[in-house]
């Protein structure tokens, strides 16, 4: 995702012109098409490598060598202006931006694993909760609540609806469930480039905002907190945390605008029959 002001150098309340958004070409969505399914089969495969007892650091070399080995792909994040690892990994309270390390997970851990490839010049941005052993109530609810979030916005998608009407509708379910949405970090246009306009913040008002039109490819990857909505840096310039250290939640797909609706680039085969 991207950081609002520091890592977009706009502030949030520019308006980002159509004109600076790319409208993908049927050959670039095809590109898309398959970077977006190596990135959703990545997550498919590390799920039963999720247990008590795993490093997070094993956890990103099965990751790499997958994408390397059996993709034939390259993991985006690596070395990503300076970023250290293949994945991220964000553990409980961590945001985003989760480096891992040889931080073993527990059981009733939540985890977010976040994958990007690169396949033909094209990226494939996808995350995904999962539960460490048998989750708590608390790390289970707020995974759902994300989750749900996300999908009314994805359900959202069509040409025409402003963006500030999925910011809307995923800060207003989220904040009905006592729950709070990150400000500072957002989703962004995806293709070529990492990172593209437009930003799609997870909170808004609705009619404002960009107008969606066919071609275009963004994600959705609302970041909710049990608690406060303030995070914080920490000093290895990635990890972001929940300042009251209250358990935090985010999934994220990559989505393509199309003539009539969407489509959901990175969707995994376990959503395929119940999205």
């Not at 190596?38 to 997550?43: E, G, M, N, S, Y």
């Amino acid at each position: 995702m991207r950081q609002l002001e520091t890592v977009l150098e706009l502030p949030i309340e520019v308006n980002i012109s159509p004109m600076s958004v790319t409208i993908k070409t049927e050959q670039e969505i095809e590109k898309m098409r398959t970077a977006g399914k190596l990135a959703a089969q990545v997550l498919s495969m590390i799920e039963s490598h999720v247990r008590p007892g795993i490093t997070t650091n094993e956890l990103n070399d099965i990751c790499h060598d997958y994408i390397v080995d059996e993709l034939n792909a390259i993991p985006a994040p690596l070395n990503y202006r300076g970023f250290p690892k293949s994945i991220c990994t964000s553990l409980n309270y961590q945001v985003c931006h989760g480096i891992p390390s040889e931080k073993i997970l527990k059981n009733g851990d939540i985890i977010n694993i976040d994958i990007t490839v690169i396949k033909e010049g094209y990226h494939g941005d996808t995350s995904k909760m999962f539960m460490v052993g048998k989750p708590t109530i608390q790390g289970q609810r707020v995974a759902q609540i994300s989750h749900t979030a996300m999908w009314k916005a994805i359900e959202m998608v069509k040409p025409g609806v402003q963006l500030g009407d999925l910011g809307h509708i995923i800060q207003q379910y989220v904040e009905a469930q006592n729950c709070s949405v990150v400000r500072e970090y957002c989703g962004h246009g995806i293709g070529k480039e990492f990172h593209e306009e437009p930003q799609v913040l997870h909170y808004g008002k609705p009619a404002t905002g960009l107008t969606l039109e066919a071609g275009m490819t963004f994600t959705i990857e609302p970041m909710v907190n049990v608690g406060k909505r303030h995070v914080k840096l920490l000093k290895d310039d990635w990890t972001v945390v929940t300042k009251d250290h209250s358990l935090s939640a985010q999934w994220e797909h990559t989505i393509l605008v199309t003539e009539t609706g969407y489509e959901v680039l990175t969707l995994r085969e376990e959503e395929i029959q119940t999205p």
